[in-house]
């Protein structure tokens, strides 16, 4: 394979670990090639992205606040990609007659699938899952519930006159894909009014909102008081990665209830993208140790 050229583009790009997770699988697949950050502006994309497709680049992660606004400029759009409203992922793919065509992928759902471990991801059918926040994680979280006919999802937010669109784009997701998920929408500040006034309902819970993310690590969505009421074979999953072990999560554990970080949601999205680019299958034996380095960066410097 020759010199294989990826990156990420987003702005500001100063918090990416997919440098280190894309350096870390070059490395124990023996792949020769650079994964570099490109920090584009919202005015300067439309001129700069058909300049990397030209750099010979092989393909980019878009990142904050680019997700949505690169789906126009992509000549072909992946089913997955199409139904959450969003690309995380380009493939620069030359055609027979010179041309670069882009093409836009969402791997943010499988990553977000694939780590969730089997115990929560089997009886989804049956599961109704909280999720916190309706941005645009929480995109990737709803079209992955309903492709695995998650039986009901909540959205519980702080503004649900904002949020009104995640459901309404929700329909559209599970008529697409003949899905029987029901799809809620409450203020976080009510959520004592969910079924039963507690959360005794909920299978599982998912942070997609920032809250408890470094700096803020003594933050939490939820009170204790209010996580003891989830049933206690409950999971939950909060996708922020740093710290590793947010607040949420620690009270989580405190309860004994299942655990899950967001670093290998990261890692699972990486691979993806990667094999997108490479061509290549990534062994699930490199995930623990993709999943160690990360975490030793993660413990050195917090911040980076
Ligand atoms: P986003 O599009 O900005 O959405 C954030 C959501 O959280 C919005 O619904 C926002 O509500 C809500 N929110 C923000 N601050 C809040 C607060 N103080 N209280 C209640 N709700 C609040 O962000 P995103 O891209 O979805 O990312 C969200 C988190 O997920 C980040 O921590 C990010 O690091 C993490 N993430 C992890 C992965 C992974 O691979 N593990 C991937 C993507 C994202 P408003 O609309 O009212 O502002």
């Known amino acids: 394979m020759s010199f294989l050229k990826l990156g990420i583009?987003?702005?500001?790009?100063?918090?990416?670990?997919?440098?280190?997770?894309?350096?870390?699988?070059?490395?124990?697949?023996?792949?020769?090639?650079?994964?570099?950050?490109?920090?584009?502006?919202?005015?300067?994309?439309?001129?700069?992205l058909p300049q990397l497709a030209q750099q010979g680049i092989?393909?980019?992660?878009?990142?904050?606040?680019?997700?949505?606004?690169?789906?126009?400029?992509?000549?072909?759009?992946?089913?997955?990609a199409?139904?959450?409203?969003?690309?995380?992922?380009?493939?620069?793919?030359?055609?027979?007659?010179?041309?670069?065509?882009?093409q836009g992928h969402n791997t943010d759902i499988a990553g977000f699938m694939r780590g969730l471990p089997s115990s929560a991801r089997n009886p989804l059918q049956q599961s109704h899952v909280l999720v916190l926040g309706a941005g645009g994680s929480a995109r990737a979280v709803m079209t992955g519930l309903i492709q695995a006919q998650t039986q009901a999802i909540t959205f519980a937010v702080r503004n649900p006159a904002k949020a009104l669109s995640i459901?309404?784009?929700?329909?559209?997701?599970?008529?697409?894909?003949?899905s029987p998920t029901q799809l809620n929408l409450v203020a976080l500040d009510n959520l004592s009014d969910t079924p039963g006034g507690n959360l005794s309902g909920?299978?599982?819970?998912?942070?997609?909102?920032?809250?408890?993310?470094?700096?803020?690590?003594?933050?939490s969505p939820l009170s204790s008081l209010q996580l003891q009421t989830l049933p206690s074979h409950a999971w939950v999953y909060d996708l922020i990665y740093r710290p590793v072990e947010t607040q949420l999560l620690?009270?989580?554990?405190?309860?004994?209830?299942?655990?899950?970080?967001?670093l290998d949601m990261l890692i699972y999205q990486g691979i993806c993208a990667f094999e997108l680019w490479s061509g290549r299958q990534v062994p699930d034996t490199l995930v623990n140790a993709l999943r160690h380095s990360l975490q030793q960066q993660l413990e050195k410097s917090p911040n980076q």
């Open 250 to 262: 620690q009270q989580a554990q405190a309860l004994g209830l299942t655990a899950i970080n967001g």
């Open 82 to 102: 199409e139904l959450a409203g969003a690309v995380n992922t380009i493939v620069f793919q030359p055609d027979p007659s010179g041309n670069i065509l882009r």
């Open 9 to 48: 583009i987003g702005y500001p790009l100063t918090h990416s670990l997919s440098p280190l997770l894309h350096a870390e699988l070059m490395r124990q697949l023996g792949v020769d090639g650079e994964y570099r950050k490109y920090e584009i502006s919202p005015e300067a994309l439309p001129i700069t």
């Open 58 to 80: 092989r393909g980019v992660n878009v990142t904050i606040p680019h997700k949505v606004a690169v789906m126009h400029a992509m000549d072909w759009l992946s089913p997955e």
């Open 167 to 178: 459901t309404s784009d929700g329909q559209l997701i599970k008529k697409t894909l003949n």
């Open 202 to 219: 909920f299978a599982g819970l998912i942070n997609t909102t920032p809250v408890g993310m470094y700096p803020n690590n003594i933050q």
